[in-house]
């Protein structure tokens, strides 16, 4: 039996309450150039206080949208609405991990993850004691003199993430964060991050093309179909976040919401 | 020439203990410093050429240039216009460079004129020198920054023009101002390759300052060089040689040191 709840698509002409939704997007349209047609009139809402997966197979747009939202790329047409208010750059309210970590090779653990504060003038001291606290929130505890070439990919990644922590942004943008992590450790990090998350009450919205990673770490999933995107549906697991992670991964609700995600995209592979 | 080091020289410390013959990367470079002056040695005593002196008899003719104090007036002399013509191809090459990697009508402005300057024989503009700037120190600081700017420009344009996108892009989600931006991460990142052009560069610099002393007015080194030459002194032609490649390595390798330094401090450990 499938729990999953599905969701009607959300109508462009429906005001939205910006206490429930911290984030929405209305017709969204991009266009790269005149012929390369990659978002087709996107509406959305994300919830305060949830993480939501933007789900698709590769040229679907996903990241394009989040890069949209975080003020890096401009729309064609459409808005992005932050707590209300419609924004074209980015911003202190949106922090931004990226797929392939994005630290300074030069500087050391402490100044990459004090960066985001660093732009915006906070005083040495207080930005160091402040990156200290979130290296250890992400397990990183000495290695703040390291380089980033000194560390695993994983832990580089870590280092992206206490950044986008540290500037204490309401909403974490997340690009793939874990498509250059390897297996073992992807799954720790998506445990910890689950973790760390429930303590620090961010929205989240995370890109990701794995499945299983999707339906294992969301609230809500949106399943874009490819190119141009447009929203295919809106999936919210129902899992049990209490139990242990390995009884979420062996959940029939978990298994079953991964296969049914699976028979929609491989529609597209087609 | 001695400052860099070689991976091969890593993997020989590294290897220590496991191989019979035990060797520190020290020792490996002393090899084959004394391997070379060794092969001079003995290529002198064959003789490959009535012009061609030994090491030794080279050597001794440096220490008596040394001790009569001819090589620091000699010094002196070439340092004026060479440390004037790359301290000013230095700061305005990296300044054009920077300029025209951030900004497309400075590239458009810059480019014709360094490209062609690096692809032309200088040696045949220097008698143009001679004609606009006579043969004074003006001449000889124009030859060098002639010779050593187009490649720090080039260099230090390619560079910043080449700035990873991801870092910048990272820089603007955090809210980095385009001043920001370029200070903390465009420069910094492309420190490295600004840093081979400036070495390039004081190289060139070198070429520059010896051209002018051989073809404008023989003074400094260019003279000890060339009157040596006319009066068949082979040794202290060779010893005047000899120290400016030497004194132009030193320079380059402080460069090389100061760039780990201040700019890519992770290059100290771990490579």
Known sequence: ??????????????????????????????????????????????PTGQMTTLLGPSGCGKTT?????????????????????????????????????????????????????ELTGVPLKERE????????????????DKYPHELSGGMRQRVGLARALAVDADVLLMDEPFSAVDEQNRRKFQEDLLH???????????????????VYVSDQIVLLSPRPGRIHSIIRPELDRSSSPDDIRRDKVYLDTVEEIWGNIREYLD | MTTTTSPGVVSAESSEGTAGLKLSGLQLR?????????AWEISGHVPISP??????????????????????????????????????????GVTIGVSMGLNKKSRWLWEPIFVVLQASPVAALIPLITYAYGIGITAKTVAVIILASPIIVLNTYKAVGNASPVLVQM?????????????????????????????????????????????????????????????????????????????????????????????????????
């Open chain 1, 1 to 46: 039996m499938n729990k999953a709840i599905h969701m009607s698509l959300p109508d462009a002409t429906t005001p939205t309450d910006p206490s429930a939704n911290i984030v929405s997007v209305r017709g969204i349209t991009k266009f790269y150039g005149s012929d390369v047609h990659a978002l087709e009139d996107v509406n959305l809402d994300f």
């Open chain 1, 65 to 117: 949208l989040l890069k949209i939202i975080a003020g890096l790329l401009e729309t064609t047409s459409g808005e992005v609405m932050v707590k209300g208010k419609a924004v074209t750059s980015p911003g202190p309210e949106r922090a931004f991990v990226f797929q392939d970590f994005a630290l300074l090779p030069w500087a050391t653990v402490t100044r990459n993850v004090a960066f985001g504060l």
């Open chain 1, 129 to 144: 004691a402040k990156a200290k606290s979130y290296i250890d929130k992400v397990g990183l505890s000495g290695f703040e």
């Open chain 1, 196 to 214: 760390l998350l429930s303590v620090e009450n961010k929205t989240v919205i995370f890109v990701t093309h794995s499945i299983e990673e999707a």
């Open chain 2, 30 to 38: 002393l090899i084959s410093i004394v391997g070379f002056f060794l």
């Open chain 2, 51 to 92: 012009a061609f002196p030994t090491f030794s008899g080279t050597m001794m003719a440096m220490f008596e240039m040394i001790f009569d104090g001819s090589l620091f007036l000699a010094y002196f002399e070439t340092l004026k216009p060479l440390l004037l013509g790359v301290g000013i191809s230095a700061f305005f």
């Open chain 2, 171 to 271: 820089s603007r989600a955090f809210q980095g101002t385009r001043m920001q931006e370029i200070w903390k991460v465009i420069i910094p990142n492309a420190a490295p390759v600004i840093f081979a052009g400036l070495r390039l560069g004081v190289a060139a610099g070198f070429i520059g300052v010896i051209l002018a002393e051989l073809l404008i007015t023989p003074t400094g080194i260019g003279d000890i060089i060339s009157y040596n030459r006319s009066i068949a002194k082979y040794p202290h032609m060779y010893a005047a040689v000899l120290s400016i490649i030497v004194f132009s390595a030193v320079m380059v390798g402080m460069l090389e040191k100061a760039e780990v330094k201040y700019f890519r401090p992770e290059k100290k450990r771990g490579q």
